[in-house]
């Protein structure tokens, strides 16, 4: 079975200071993975994805991910934290084998990101 | 460019209480997905559906029943609604047209059961 770690709940970074949410994922067989945001009362926002190539992913509001195979992760990092960017992210991996819209998407629980003035 | 639209967008039901939730989508998209979005649980797929007049179960279909009777939309009913599915209701779609597209989501309803 699928599954995706986010093993901080919450963290919280000054603003100006550069931002990294963990993610782990397992699957079987190579992974594409994503990252979502969510802002208070509205729906995910998708952010920026990984499937194969380039380790370093970049999306959208300047973040970018890293994927690492051999520690089966794939963390969100930006640079220079913004306040705007305050919001709940997840990260997703589905499998590779199904695309007949059967895919078994797997999010983790989230990580709330606060950004201080 | 409205996306995934959902409604309502809140609803407070007394157990026992029938009701649907509506999702439409504008993009011409193959594939419509219903999630619910409990405290520290994720998001866990109830249903989808995988092209117009086709349904079938997800995670944690058992309560739930869906139609989709055209493309655009996806309903998700809730025959006897019990406290247990108070909850954050999604709904999302994606284009068939290559295995990585991501999934769109609408807003979400915020459903109370009393």
């Known amino acids: 079975a699928q599954s995706v770690a986010q093993p901080e709940d919450q963290v919280n970074v000054a603003e100006g200071n550069p931002l990294t949410v963990k993610c782990t994922y397992s699957?079987?067989?190579?992974?594409?993975l994503f990252w979502y945001v969510q802002y208070p009362n509205r729906g995910l926002q998708f952010l920026l994805k990984y499937i194969t190539g380039d380790n370093l992913v970049k999306g959208s509001y300047g973040f970018e991910a890293e994927f690492n195979k051999s520690q089966t992760s794939f963390h969100l990092k930006k640079p220079s934290a913004l306040v705007s960017d305050s919001a709940l992210y997840f990260c997703?991996?589905?499998?590779?084998?199904?695309?007949?819209?059967?895919?078994?998407?797997?999010f983790g629980t989230g990580t709330r990101l606060t950004i201080i003035p | 460019n409205a996306g995934v639209t959902q409604t309502p967008k809140f609803r407070v039901l007394k157990t026992g209480q029938s009701m649907t939730l509506l999702c439409a989508q504008d993009m011409n998209h193959e594939y419509m997905y219903w999630y619910r979005q409990d405290p520290g649980m994720g998001l866990r797929l109830i249903h989808y559906s995988v092209g117009e007049g086709t349904t079938a179960k997800g995670e944690v279909p058992d309560g739930y029943n869906v139609s989709r009777l055209k493309k655009q939309n996806f309903l998700l009913g809730l025959e006897s609604a019990a406290p247990s599915q108070t909850s954050v209701y999604f709904c999302?779609?994606?284009?068939?047209?290559?295995?990585?597209?991501?999934?769109?989501f609408g807003d979400g309803t915020r459903l109370s059961i009393l």
């Open positions: 699957v079987s067989g190579n992974p594409y």
């Open positions: 997703a991996v589905r499998d590779i084998v199904s695309n007949f819209g059967n895919e078994k998407l797997t």
């Open positions: 999302a779609s994606r284009s068939a047209g290559t295995a990585n597209q991501p999934q769109h």
